[in-house]
């Protein structure tokens, strides 16, 4: 019996958890979702979560051409320069982070601008609160 309620209380918490995403662009290949509870902004600086959910399976190539299909990123966002830099990144085998985890690193990238009409923009405008236009499907 209470290994029943331990299940079911698993069960609610990782389904609340996966409802935190929020899809914020997309093409046929990627789906890109972002964890608003995340957020936290100092300054201009905005950090945030994201969520790469490929449609196809990708190989990473520094562990052995692994298989994976999702990864998890942890974005640090220059609002005023428009620019992004990656601190944290995650690959998991599986679909919304699931799976076994593939690969996993924690570094401060190097700045990148901000491309215009790109999944990149889309989830550069979610973290510094920017109009964003309609994600796609």
């Known amino acids: 019996m209470h290994r029943a309620a331990a299940t079911l209380v698993f069960a609610l918490i990782s389904s609340a958890a996966a409802a935190e995403w929020v899809r914020v662009g ?14 936290s902004k100092k300054g201009h600086l905005a950090t945030m979560i994201d969520l790469l959910n490929f449609s196809s399976v990708q190989t990473e190539r520094s562990s052995g051409r692994l298989p994976y299909r999702s990864q998890k990123e942890t974005r640090e966002y220059d609002c005023t320069n428009e620019r992004y830099r990656l601190t944290r ?17 924690a570094a401060d990238g190097e700045w990148n601008p901000v491309q215009p009409a790109s999944l990149g923009e889309a989830l550069w405008k979610f973290a510094c609160g920017k109009k964003l236009r309609a994600a796609t499907p």
């Open 89 to 105: 990144f995650s690959l998991r085998a599986d679909f919304m982070f699931g799976g076994a985890l593939v690969r996993s690193n």
């Open 26 to 39: 997309g093409n046929n290949n990627v789906g890109v979702y972002a964890d608003p509870a995340s957020l």
